[in-house]
């Protein structure tokens, strides 16, 4: 496979996009089960205020707030959380609906939405960020445990496929914020050579994608069979 060029990206995330959405229609046909978040969810709660005496800028615990930036991070608590890790957590308040997966245990502040599951939490984040989620309001937008629990995802049979889909999108968006750095040196320097890296690990990416769309049709056409 020839190496693709930084300024092609876009064009390669575009791909990524459309083979997904390709696989999940196809796997709705066959193996993949549609279900509410509420039911899939063994814990859903929000987030309520900040302890201002507790808080301190570096320690062992984040408190999570619903900002977009920082991973939403407004500070810690050193002894205490509310959230055992692993979960994922989902912007209530603003700009609603964006999940992120947490590996850290965390307290979840104003309004941040925590679900805690069985489910790999990384397929998970990128399940809920594939919704539209849409809240009416004439201020603040605000989206409820209630509200979110009825949204419907599509789900795999196995927790095994849903790590290796995980971990696919978990290592695309790693590289798209080292192609953004990577970008950020080149126009230092105009190194050619600058985002050599990047283009084997987007190959080797893409390769595992097709792989993975095959395994997941085979193991369709084998339970249509079975």
């Known amino acids: 496979m020839r ?25 709705r046909a066959f ?13 859903m709660i929000a987030g309520g205020d900040v302890d201002k005496e507790l808080l301190c ?18 500070g810690y608590y050193k002894e205490q959380y509310r959230i055992k890790a692993p979960a994922v957590t989902v912007t209530g308040r603003g700009d609603v609906g964006h999940a992120k997966a947490r590996n850290i245990d965390f307290t979840p502040v104003v309004r941040l939405l925590s679900i805690k599951s069985n489910h790999n939490p990384l397929f998970l984040e ?7 989620i849409v809240v009416e309001s004439t201020g603040v937008p605000q989206l409820t445990v209630p509200q979110l629990a009825k ?13 290796e889909i995980g971990n ?13 750095r990577e ?25 595992q ?10 193991r369709c056409c084998h339970a249509c069979m079975a």
């Not at 990206?9 to 229609?25: G, Q």
């Not at 990128?126 to 539209?132: G, M, S, Y």
Request: net charge negative; with cysteine; hydrophobic share 40%.
């Open 3 to 27: 190496h693709c060029r930084l300024n092609n990206l876009p064009h390669i995330i575009i791909y990524f996009v459309l083979a997904w959405k390709w696989l999940r229609t196809t796997l």
């Open 31 to 43: 193996s993949w089960e549609q279900r509410k978040l509420g039911d899939e969810a063994t814990e």
């Open 57 to 74: 800028e570096e320690s062992n615990y984040p408190v999570i707030a619903n900002a977009l930036t920082g991973d939403g991070i407004i």
């Open 126 to 132: 990128n399940a809920i960020n594939t919704l539209r």
């Open 151 to 163: 949204y419907e995802l599509m789900f795999p049979k196995t927790i095994e496929e849903e790590t």
């Open 168 to 180: 696919l999108f978990s290592s695309l968006d790693n590289l798209i914020t080292l192609h953004q």
């Open 183 to 207: 970008r950020l040196l080149m126009k230092g320097n105009r190194s050619t050579e600058a985002g050599e890296g990047t283009h084997n690990q987007i190959n080797v990416l893409i390769l």
């Open 209 to 218: 994608l097709l792989n993975n769309m095959e395994i997941s049709l085979l």
